[in-house]
């Protein structure tokens, strides 16, 4: 039924604000949607929107475009020259029985020497269908709305917004890396500095052949769900990190082992960012959810490198994160069991409140041998493109 060519137009938001980059912004995005989309669609831009057409399946377009990061709203819609008759009679054609209980039409124009105002035209168009239906015109709280744009001599009319994702396009911020778990969190960290225009490359620790490849397994999957979101494939640094963990074990005390883990994890990251150009790292930690994150312990952490760490989930709760991982298709994964590397050889409690200069005392004397190790364990290092699944 709906094999015959399809229009949906595309509306973004915060690009149209960003003075002469605007240009950049709707490239990035009609390449985006492209990109995403796969073959079968034709992207175009004009006048402060994008037009995506489509002979396929809606459901499926749909599901493509909530993916594309930079799409405020979108809508399916049908095309028509310019011409008022023309425009009543689609407008119309929206009213099928049974019928709502009230209307109202919402009409814009870029054209401003087109001979009808934006109120002219929704009049028109409005007497136009009441006529026919007698359907009540409501303004204030209609059951149903009608939009109609005109634009560079067409009337795109449609009756149903549907909110996209929001941000900006992937690619017009730079890019970072990620470090990246199987747990719920990491993901989703990653899924929102991608929503804020980052590409993003992944780096995971593993303790392989101490604890199984599950972690790397799962790690390899999530990160195949948000490369959906990624107009192209994702790399994934799989870092060993075994030898590490045992080097620190031996002479760090054991309340603050996984401390000193995470600051060589970020100094493994940092240098793999110096590498690939990126400028920041990200992780997944959220304020006080576990020992590592209390504000003492994030500061004992941080300090281990000099780039800046965006840590996305500062402020959820771990109910939105896990929400999030739903909606974003990684719920499932991060729900299986794995060992978790900081897990490793830890026991008793982990120092809750750690105090730097303690924590650098504590590394100091081993610190040249660390160094050695990491740098072992970057050369070690497997990289992997990840497509779609
Ligand atoms: P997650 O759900 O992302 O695993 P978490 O709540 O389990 O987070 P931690 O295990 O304390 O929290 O990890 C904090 C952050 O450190 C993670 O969000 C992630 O960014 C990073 N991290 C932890 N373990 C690894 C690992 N093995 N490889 C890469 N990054 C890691
Ligand atoms: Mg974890």
């Known amino acids: 039924m709906e094999r015959e060519k399809q229009l949906a137009v595309v509306h973004y938001h915060e690009i149209a604000l960003k003075g002469k980059n605007r240009a950049f912004f709707e490239r990035v995005l009609v390449s985006n949607i492209e990109k995403i989309a796969g073959e079968g ?32 709203y ?12 023309e425009i009543k009679k ?19 124009r870029s054209e401003k020497n087109y001979p009808f105002t934006s109120q002219d035209l929704a009049i028109e168009a409005g007497a136009h269908v009441k006529e026919n239906t007698n359907i009540k015109v409501d303004l204030e709280n209609p059951a149903r709305t009608i939009y109609i744009e005109v634009v560079e001599g067409s009337a795109l009319i449609y009756d ?12 017009t911020a730079g890019s970072v890396i990620s470090l990246i778990s199987p747990g719920f969190d990491s993901p989703i960290a990653s899924l929102k500095v991608m929503k804020r225009g980052c590409e993003v490359e992944f780096v995971h620790f593993h303790s392989y052949p101490q604890t199984t490849r599950d972690s790397i397994e799962s790690v390899e999957k999530i990160v195949g769900v948000l490369s959906e979101f990624s107009p192209a494939s994702l790399k994934l640094h799989l870092v060993p990190f075994l030898d590490i963990q045992k080097r620190i074990i031996k002479d760090v005390p054991n309340s603050l082992a996984v401390i000193m883990y995470r600051r060589w994890m970020l100094k493994i990251a940092e240098t793999l960012a110096q590498k690939s150009g990126a400028k920041a790292l990200v992780t997944g930690d959220s304020i006080g959810q576990v020992a590592s994150q209390t504000l003492d312990n994030i500061a004992s952490i941080s300090e281990a490198v000099k780039m800046p760490i965006l840590r996305p989930l500062a402020g959820y709760d771990k109910e939105e994160i896990i929400d999030n ?65």
């Open 160 to 171: 149903d917004k549907i909110q996209g994702p929001g941000g900006l396009p992937v690619g």
């Open 74 to 85: 979108f809508a399916f819609a049908k095309k028509t020259k310019a011409d008022i008759n």
């Open 90 to 108: 689609a407008s119309l054609s929206f009213f099928e029985k049974p019928y709502p209980a009230s209307f109202r039409i919402e009409a814009s």
């Open 325 to 389: 991982a739903r909606m974003a298709g990684t719920y499932s994964i991060s729900s299986l069991p794995y060992d978790d590397c900081c897990n490793l050889f830890t026991s008793g409690s982990p120092e809750t409140h750690s105090n730097i200069d303690a924590v650098k005392k504590a590394e100091d004397s081993i610190k040249d041998e660390l160094q050695e190790l990491a740098e072992e364990a970057i050369k070690n290092r497997e990289e992997k493109i990840v497509q779609t699944n």
């Open 41 to 72: 669609v034709r992207v175009k831009r004009i006048s402060g929107r994008i037009l995506v057409e489509f002979s396929g399946n809606r459901e499926d377009i749909k599901k493509i475009l909530l993916r594309v990061f930079g799409i405020r």
